[in-house]
C-alpha cells in the first residue's frame, strides 16, 4: 500500500475538490439580514402547542 492508496475513495474514482473563488468574500451584512429574516420567519409560525396552551386564555 503506497500513501496515495489510502487517499482514493473506493473503486479508485477521481475526487474532485472545488476550491472557493478567491474574488468571493462573504459579505456579513447580508448574513445578518438573512438571519434576522428567517429569525421573523420563525417568530410569526404559531405552533399547535401553543395554539392548545394559550388560545383558551384569550
Known amino acids: 500500500m503506497t500513501n496515495n492508496d489510502h ?3 473506493l473503486g479508485g474514482q477521481q475526487v474532485l475538490h472545488r476550491s472557493r473563488s478567491p474574488e468571493v468574500v ?3 451584512h447580508h448574513f445578518l439580514r438573512n438571519k434576522k429574516q428567517e429569525w421573523e420567519e420563525y417568530r410569526s409560525e404559531v405552533t399547535a402547542f401553543e395554539l392548545r396552551k ?3 386564555v384569550l
Open 54 to 56: 394559550n388560545l383558551p
Open 26 to 28: 462573504p459579505d456579513p
Open 7 to 9: 487517499q482514493q475513495p
